[in-house]
């Protein structure tokens, strides 16, 4: 979404970090460019202002600190990282718990923000936090929201309580209501209430929103907003909060071709941090909005810090530990190993996405966006058309058993040749790895920064200092000495 943001500020820092030392011209030039580049990303006008105008005085209150620096440019890149940090939010915040079960959440936004997949996304990811969620249909006025939403919840195994079939059907604030009384009774830790919108803000939208707040009186109350529709998500926030009011915005459709200056508004505008986002059409495609990792991507500086934890919980603790325990002994690493990390890759979801949190992303777009997710499939039967021993000791893999793979997988020798050669040369990079020489990239496939390690760019192969394995001591006293010395 924030692609041509993040073009234009890669833009406005490499003609700055041209200048070498800089004067208060060059500053103000910078802060024009950062201004146009998130007016044209439909961040609102006096948001951009004032946004350049803060990175403007803290770079001139700074400059001759800045050019007593080797790298000025990149203290300014600094500022403008923390500015746009506060911008998005600063720290991110969690959702509020009730001391006294359960916890209600209330949904609220207009019709086509995509409350009801969101209702459902939210639900699973309480779930995995170990929570008991309960969703509550009390949108009766969309066709078939109620079934939707009941679809939703069994999709994700979360009951769903719907006791009118909506259609304009029954009276959403009773249900509201009879649903929170089923969550005590059924000892349900949380309540999500599905509410109606309408196509445009009107008072009768603000009446029913308000009678269901009032009736349920929710811990959280979250404006659900589609970041696609530009500013006027902010107008539409602003009408909203003096309506109704809310606790936290939700922001859906984040991957989507839009400008993305929503996101960069509403907390300005409003003072409502955003909470969560919605990052695609699948109920996994959802997670806690982090600003300083938001910054950092517009920045294109990545986000490996969330791809970490998404290659962690992709991974089993079991796989991963072995594979830890092998990489500090100094085992090699094998094709057995790889089929695991495939598996995991394919439950990571679309390794287009995974591809744009590295750093530097930006500059192979089109190669990430035409990146094949069937390669994974195709190098996956590869693997599996190998016997255990084959993939144990790739040295096995002579012309007869190579082309015997090839026949098993449906796919050419050629391809099994190209794989076994990446392989054999991610495994002399691993073992650089172990010896202090930097991080691989995942084996038979592109280089991809952080993720090299065993676990798949799980932390703690990354952060651990690693034994390298013991080499024989030497039977020459002298030379002996001289090793342990």
């Known amino acids: 979404m924030f692609d041509n943001l993040s073009a234009k500020f890669a833009s406005a820092f490499s003609s700055l970090r041209a200048k070498g030392r800089l004067k208060s011209g060059d500053i103000s030039e910078i802060a024009d460019q950062i201004k146009a580049a998130l007016i044209e990303s439909d961040v609102a006008l006096d948001v951009a202002a004032s946004f350049a105008e803060r990175i403007t005085e803290r ?12 790298n000025p440019s990149q203290a300014i890149f600094t500022i403008v990282n923390e500015e746009l940090t506060a911008i998005l939010g600063g720290n991110s915040r969690r959702i509020t718990l009730a001391k006294k079960p359960p916890t209600v959440i209330m949904l609220t936004g207009l019709q086509g923000a995509g409350k009801t997949s969101l209702a459902g996304k939210l639900a699973l990811h309480l779930k995995k936090e170990g929570n008991t969620p309960l969703l509550v249909a009390s949108d009766l006025q969309r066709p078939n929201a109620v079934t939707q939403l009941q679809t939703v919840g069994e999709s994700i195994n979360v009951p769903v309580f719907a006791p009118e079939p909506g259609n304009g059907v029954g009276d959403p604030v009773a249900v509201a209501k009879a649903g929170l009384k089923f969550a005590q009774e059924k000892f349900h830790n949380i309540v999500i209430v599905d509410t109606a919108g309408r196509l445009g803000v009107d008072q009768e939208l603000m009446r029913e929103a308000i009678r269901i707040r009032d009736a349920v009186s929710p811990d959280e109350l979250l404006f659900v907003v589609d970041a696609m529709v530009g500013q006027d998500a902010v107008r539409t926030a602003t009408a909203f909060q003096e309506g109704v009011g809310f606790d936290g915005v939700v922001l859906t459709k984040l991957d989507g071709d839009a400008r993305g200056g929503a996101a960069l508004s509403i907390l300005e505008k409003t003072g409502k941090p955003i909470l969560f986002a919605s990052t695609g059409e699948k109920v996994e495609d959802f997670d806690i909005f ?34 830890e325990e092998k990489f500090a002994k100094g085992e090699d690493f094998t094709l057995t190993d790889f089929l695991a990390q495939l598996q995991a890759m394919k439950n990571m979801g679309s390794m287009s996405k995974m591809l744009a949190m590295l750093p530097g992303a930006g500059a192979i777009k089109k190669q990430i966006e035409n990146f094949d997710d069937n390669e994974l499939i195709r190098t996956q039967a590869i693997v599996e058309s190998m016997t255990p021993a084959e993939r144990n000791d790739p ?82 006293p002298a030379k002996r000495a001289a090793e342990e010395a």
């Not at 991507?297 to 990545?302: D, N």
């Not at 760019?457 to 990354?462: I, K, R, T, V």
């Open 395 to 476: 040295k096995l893999l002579n012309g007869s058993r190579r082309a015997r793979i090839a026949k098993g997988s449906g796919r050419q020798v050629s391809e099994v040749n190209n794989l076994v050669d990446r392989f054999s040369a991610a495994q002399k990079m691993m073992k650089q790895m172990r010896s202090g020489k930097g991080i691989p990239g995942l084996p038979g496939m592109p280089a991809m920064g952080g993720m090299g390690g065993p676990g798949m760019g799980l932390p703690a192969p990354m952060q651990q200092k690693v034994t390298p394995k013991k080499k024989s001591k030497s039977g020459n």
């Open 290 to 323: 982090y600003p300083d990792r938001m910054a950092s991507r517009i920045l294109g500086m990545g986000d490996i810090q969330t791809l970490a934890e998404q290659a962690k919980r992709a991974m089993d603790g079991a796989t991963t530990s072995r594979l």
């Open 59 to 70: 770079s001139l209150d700074r400059l001759e600190e800045v050019n007593r620096g080797t």
